[in-house]
Structures are given as C-alpha cells and as structure tokens.
C-alpha cells in the first residue's frame, strides 16, 4: 500500500463518520474493479478568529492536524477491512486546508469518481458531508457516488439506470452497462415518459407517448446491448414522477445511475431536477454522471 500525492483514480471524501467509513468502502471496492489508486481526500475549513475580524489562520492548526490524523486512521482501516484475500490496493491520503466543497470540485477534475457519504459529521463536528453532497453532485467534473451508512444492497441485484434520450443520459447509460457488466449484474433501464400525472390530459394520447417512450428505450440500448452481450436487460416504463419511480425500482437493484442535468423527449425525465430527491431517497449507492 503506498501513500503520496495525487488524486487519479477514485477519489473519496472522508470525515471519519459512519456514512464516511461506508464510501471509503465502497469506493476501495469501485478502485479495485478498476484497477485504480484509492485517495482518501479529508478537507479541513480554514479556523477564523475573532480579530481582526474574518481573519483565518494561514497555516492549519495543531488540533486540526491531530484531527486529521485519526480521520485518515480511520479510513485506512475501513480500506483494509474492505480488502478480501489476495487483494491489494494502492491507497493515496491528502488532507487540504480548505473550505470543502471548493476543495472537493476542484480534485473531481483529476479523479474518475467522486464518492461521498450521503450525510455524516465528524467525531469533533466540523464536517457534515452532507451538507456539501448538493454542491458535488451539481459541479463535480466526473461522476459522484454518494454511500449510505449502514445499507448493504444484495451483490447479485442488478443495477438501474434512468434513460431521458439526453447527452447525459446517454453518458449515464455508458457507465451503468460498465458498472453491470464488472460486477457480472443485469441492467434495468427505466424511462418515465410524463410527469403530469396519471390523468388524461385534453389533447393527449397516451397510447402514442407510451409507444415514443418504447422507441427511446430501443434506440438509446441498442449500441450499448452490442458491446455488453454478457450485460441482461430489462427495460421498465413508467408515467408519472420519475423520481418516485426511480426510488421504487431502486430497492431490486444494488446501484442507481442517473445523469445529472438534460432533458429527453418528455418532461417526466429531467434528472437535473431529481437527481438530488433520488440521493437522498435512495438507500443503494447512487452514482450522478455529468
């Protein structure tokens, strides 16, 4: 196990919580289908003191250093008890003193993935991952996994991805087909073709919107179903509130991937705007792809 500078690879962001020791496990299991470099990345804010007034301390206090060492000894712990036999991992730390969503966005730009805890506070309280998950999930520059502590979704389910017939649906769909065919899963592929409600609506033929969303399932899989032959298929089509849909399709999978903005053909599938309701609801890992 080596440790050192630089944030290739899959970059996870600790803070030496529950939710916190979960991501780091998830994401040594995620560098180890890849065949990548882990780095536990822990941002401490900037202390400010009262005079002169909004002052910060230029250089990171000795408490805070202490207070990053346990973090970090802690997270190589979850790392190693993540590590089946046989299996090694090159482990990277870096602890910033910064404020953490800036800090955070700006290693995304040289990681593969970003994986956080869903929510989670430190053992002095000085960082709820929580609170910076929105701005990760928006403004990332890769893919974010965000881990809920204490969730075990069963290895063998499959993964769900959310299709809207959008760039970033599309750059979803390339990384769900990858992340089933590595774990030797199923695919589910879910559209949700209105968002209006389950009602008639004067002028509208559901029959035809239900027959267009069948076409953007068959077109958005095809290419992909080609190059993952090992990857099963089984494509879902839903109306009404593609968020809530998601959730409910989720408790059969082990993994949810949705694109992070964009909107197909229909309005139900704007995943920008429940993206965020579908990380919070959730209780598998879910993955937002940029």
């Known amino acids: 196990m080596a440790e ?3 944030r290739h690879g899959v970059l996870v962001c600790v803070d030496g919580s529950a939710a916190s020791d979960a991501a780091v496990a998830w994401g040594a299991r995620e ?5 990548l470099p882990v780095t536990l990345m822990y941002a401490v804010p900037p202390v400010v003191v009262g005079w002169p007034v909004g002052q910060l301390y230029e250089e990171m206090p000795q408490w805070q250093k202490d207070d990053a060492q346990q973090v970090m000894d802690r997270a190589r712990k979850a790392v190693a008890a993540a590590l089946r036999d046989g299996e090694s991992l090159e482990i990277r730390t870096e602890t910033v003193y910064s404020s953490v969503a800036p800090a955070l966005i700006a290693a995304s730009a040289q990681a593969r993935m970003v994986v956080t805890g869903a929510q989670g506070l430190g053992p002095l309280g000085r960082l709820l991952l929580g609170s910076v ?13 965000v881990i809920h502590a204490g969730a075990e979704p069963d290895p063998g389910a499959p993964v769900l991805l959310g299709i809207d017939g959008s760039p970033a649906s599309e750059a979803a769909t390339a990384l769900a087909f990858d992340e089933a065919s590595r774990r030797g899963v199923g695919l589910l592929a879910l559209h949700v073709w209105s968002d209006v409600g389950v009602f008639p609506v004067l002028g509208m033929d559901w029959h035809d919107r239900e027959n267009e969303g069948h076409e953007i399932l068959a077109e958005r899989l095809a290419g992909w179903q080609e190059q993952y032959p090992d990857v099963r298929v089984e494509r879902i089509l839903h109306c009404d ?17 949705v694109g992070s903005h964009g909107r197909g053909g229909f309005p ?13 609801a959730a209780q598998v890992p879910v993955i937002v792809v940029r």
Request: aromatic share 2%; glycine share 14%.
């Open 268 to 280: 139900g599938m704007l995943l920008g705007s429940v993206s965020s309701g579908v990380v919070q």
């Open 133 to 145: 998950t929105t701005g990760l999930v928006h403004h990332a520059h890769c893919p974010v996994a």
């Open 241 to 257: 509130k593609p968020s809530h849909w998601l959730v409910t399709e989720s408790e059969r999978a082990q993994l949810v991937v």
């Open 4 to 6: 050192g500078g630089g």
């Open 31 to 35: 560098a180890i289908m890849h065949r």
